[in-house]
């Protein structure tokens, strides 16, 4: 995932070509910006944040000023921390039961009241509404989930002591105390609050530090929380500029959880590394499809239009590299081409657009630097590479490269776009070493009508997710199983046990009965040692462990 950025001032350029992609029509009274962000709304989200400053955030639809928000600076992170530690002790010390109900009447009300995130999440991101649904979809799993799980992945677990019978031992679980949270612009709901339910339920208070231009959204979670019965103090919100707030969250918390670039994550974990306190990261990709020589290309090629051009490929699981294997190449990428080409674009707050827009300058200047330089340098437009001003200042046409090859940028930069290169490879020994052969290690996909080969090719790639015949939802919305990535692509994981006990400290509780673990009934240290030593000896005779 590339830095928060999201500078929306763009117009349109005098003469700009028009793309081929249709446009969605908007409905008759579609709503607007002003219908949606009213000053009762604003000061309803923001009446209790921490800021001394005022800031603003924007619409990538039309670069228009959304809302003016309170801005944070070190001294009112500081602030933040105080109230979650005060509100904290309280809050874990409420059952685990009474916590899991918060996120289940959670679960409830985004679904009742999915029309107001979803109009906040397309005015802040710029995504389509389907796309943004997907955001709802995974926080109410993730609400779920925890909120029927947390008490059997929290409950003291029992352990054999070191002497059967006389050592009793129980495992618990200690919530770590005020989690330091940093979460990005893309999926400003799913990547903010769906990464705070599982801190919350387990004890925690959070300070989080939401992209300033997409601030509403995680504001508009807080209050809904709030309303679900999470006491206020427990879950703090500072906004501000990255390099200014992020490093003072850091500097506060007791565990951090960050989305976002692997540069800035590396900062992150050695702020954290000072401080000795633990991180969790899930940073860039360059995320690889491999559409193998029996798969069903239509399939493939719908398959491919979700992988790479959801939320305007602003996802940091989505794909970027396509591999196909040469025998079926021509006739997926003819229909990965048509779907491409048919794929409606549109900024209205409505379902029946198939992608929305960038959200920023910075990501928009990057996508067409990336697709320039390649065609400059000899790669084949398929489709897309244009942008539309005509639908708005950060509209770009959903993109297909071939014949991509080093040293073009697009070859190995996260582009975090809506834009794929095709590749051809000759055989799965080849296709696995094309995927691996990059510094990240997040999401693939591999299409196969032969499961079991699909699952032989699938643990070979060295990504944290794999997903068979769909590009990431299947592994992603799984939430019982961790989900992450390997190499540069971050540490921990989300989802299932991971991501919940990763918000805890084990503390073990040893209670010694009858005997001491020392020389006992008159054994002086060298009887005490034989004694200890036949033990032993027994022990393993008996398969203990």
Same mark, same amino acid.
């Given at each position: 995932?590339?830095?928060?950025?999201?500078?929306?001032?763009?117009?349109?350029?005098?003469?700009?070509?028009?793309?081929?992609?249709?446009?969605?029509?908007?409905?008759a009274?579609?709503?607007?910006?002003?219908?949606?962000?009213?000053?009762?709304?604003?000061?309803?989200?923001?009446?209790?944040?921490?800021?001394?400053?005022?800031?603003?955030?924007?619409?990538?639809?039309?670069?228009?000023?959304?809302?003016?928000?309170?801005?944070?600076?070190?001294?009112?992170?500081?602030?933040?921390?105080?109230?979650?530690?005060?509100?904290q002790?309280?809050?874990?010390?409420?059952?685990?039961?009474?916590?899991?109900?918060?996120?289940?009447?959670?679960?409830?009300?985004?679904?009742?009241?999915?029309?107001?995130?979803?109009?906040?999440?397309?005015?802040?991101?710029?995504?389509?509404?389907?796309?943004?649904?997907?955001?709802?979809?995974?926080?109410?799993?993730?609400?779920?989930?925890?909120?029927?799980?947390?008490?059997?992945?929290?409950?003291?677990?029992r352990?054999t002591?070191?002497v059967?019978?006389?050592?009793?031992?129980?495992e618990l679980?200690?919530?770590?105390?005020?989690?330091?949270?940093?979460?990005?612009?893309?999926?400003?709901?799913?990547?903010?609050?769906?990464?705070?339910?599982?801190?919350?339920?387990s004890?925690?208070?959070?300070?989080?530090?939401?992209?300033?231009?997409?601030?509403?959204?995680?504001?508009w979670a807080?209050?809904?929380?709030?309303?679900?019965?999470?006491?206020?103090?427990?879950?703090?919100?500072?906004?501000?500029?990255?390099?200014?707030?992020?490093?003072?969250?850091?500097?506060?918390?007791?565990?951090?959880?960050?989305?976002?670039?692997?540069?800035?994550?590396?900062?992150?974990?050695?702020?954290?590394?000072?401080?000795?306190?633990?991180?969790?990261?899930?940073?860039?990709?360059?995320?690889a499809?491999?559409?193998?020589?029996?798969?069903?290309?239509?399939?493939?090629?719908?398959g491919?239009?979700?992988?790479?051009?959801?939320?305007?490929?602003?996802?940091?699981?989505s794909?970027e590299?396509?591999?196909?294997?040469?025998?079926?190449?021509?006739?997926?990428l003819?229909?990965?081409?048509?779907?491409?080409?048919?794929?409606?674009?549109?900024?209205?707050? *409505? +379902? /029946?657009?198939?992608?929305?827009?960038?959200? !920023?300058?910075?990501?928009?200047?990057?996508?067409? =630097? $990336?697709?320039? @330089?390649?065609?400059?340098?000899?790669?084949?437009?398929?489709?897309?590479?244009?942008?539309?001003?005509?639908?708005?200042?950060?509209?770009y046409?959903?993109?297909?490269?071939?014949?991509v090859?080093?040293?073009m940028?697009?070859?190995d930069?996260?582009?975090?776009?809506?834009?794929?290169?095709?590749?051809?490879?000759s055989?799965?020994?080849?296709?696995v070493?094309l995927?691996?052969?990059?510094p990240?290690g997040?999401?693939?996909?591999v299409?196969?009508?032969?499961?079991?080969?699909?699952?032989?090719?699938a643990?070979?790639?060295?990504?944290g997710?794999?997903?068979?015949?769909?590009?990431?939802?299947p *592994? +992603? /919305?799984?939430?019982q199983?961790?989900?992450? !990535?390997?190499k540069d692509?971050?540490?921990?994981? =989300? $989802?299932?046990? @991971?991501?919940?006990?990763?918000?805890?400290?084990?503390?073990?509780?040893?209670?010694?009965?009858?005997?001491?673990?020392?020389?006992a009934?008159?054994?002086?240290?060298?009887?005490y040692?034989?004694?200890?030593?036949?033990?032993?000896?027994?022990?393993?005779?008996?398969r203990?462990?």
């Open positions: 995932m590339t830095d928060s950025q999201a500078s929306t001032t763009t117009s349109a350029a005098p003469g700009a070509r028009v793309g081929t992609n249709p446009v969605a029509a908007a409905p009274g579609a709503r607007t910006a002003a219908d949606v962000v009213t000053p009762e709304v604003i000061a309803q989200l923001t009446r209790d944040i921490v800021g001394s400053g005022r800031t603003a955030n924007h619409s990538p639809f039309t670069g228009e000023k959304l809302a003016d928000l309170p801005e944070s600076t070190p001294e009112d992170v500081e602030i933040a921390f105080d109230r979650a530690r005060a509100a002790s309280a809050w874990a010390a409420t059952s685990v039961r009474a916590r899991a109900a918060v996120l289940l009447r959670f679960h409830d009300l985004v679904l009742q009241r999915q029309s107001e995130v979803l109009d906040l999440i397309q005015l802040e991101t710029g995504k389509a509404r389907l796309h943004a649904h997907e955001e709802v979809q995974a926080v109410a799993v993730a609400a779920r989930h925890y909120g029927r799980r947390a008490v059997s992945y929290l409950k003291p677990k352990h002591g070191v059967p019978t006389l050592t009793k031992v129980t679980r200690q919530p770590r105390g005020v989690i330091g949270q940093i979460a990005p612009w893309n999926y400003p709901l799913e990547l903010s609050v769906g990464d705070a339910l599982p801190a919350f339920v004890g925690n208070a959070v300070v989080m530090k939401p992209d300033t231009e997409t601030a509403l959204t995680a504001l807080r209050d809904l929380l709030i309303e679900a019965g999470l006491p206020a103090g427990v879950f703090q919100v500072v906004i501000g500029e990255g390099p200014v707030v992020g490093p003072a969250v850091v500097s506060h918390a007791d565990y951090v959880s960050f989305t976002g670039s692997t540069r800035t994550g590396r900062e992150v974990a050695q702020g954290a590394a000072a401080r000795l306190v633990g991180v969790s990261l899930e940073l860039g990709g360059k995320n499809m491999l559409v193998l020589e029996d798969a069903d290309v239509e399939k493939a090629a719908a491919a239009v979700r992988a790479c051009f959801s939320s305007a490929g602003q996802l940091c699981i794909i590299r396509l591999y196909v294997h040469a025998s079926v190449a021509d006739a997926f003819e229909r990965f081409a048509a779907r491409t080409k048919a794929m409606r674009l549109g900024n209205s707050l *409505a +379902y /029946g657009a198939d992608m929305g827009s960038l959200v !920023g300058e910075r990501q928009l200047e990057t996508v067409s =630097r $990336h697709v320039a @330089e390649a065609v400059e340098k000899g790669a084949t437009l398929v489709a897309g590479g244009v942008a539309r001003p005509d639908i708005g200042p950060l509209f046409e959903p993109t297909i490269l071939d014949g090859q080093a040293p940028a697009v070859c930069e996260e582009t975090f776009g809506p834009v794929v290169s095709v590749y051809r490879f055989d799965d020994e080849e296709a070493a995927a691996n052969a990059t990240y997040l999401n693939s996909s299409w196969t009508k032969d499961a079991r080969r699909g699952h032989r090719v643990a070979r790639l060295r990504t997710t794999v997903n068979i015949n769909e590009g990431y939802a *592994a +992603y /919305g799984s939430v199983s961790p989900m992450g !990535g390997m692509s971050g540490l921990g994981r =989300r $989802h299932g046990s @991971e991501g919940i006990l990763k918000y805890t400290e084990a503390q073990t509780v040893a209670q010694q009965r009858l005997i001491p673990l020392a020389p009934f008159g054994m002086d240290d060298e009887k040692a034989a004694f200890m030593s036949r033990s032993l000896q027994v022990m393993k005779a008996f203990l462990r």
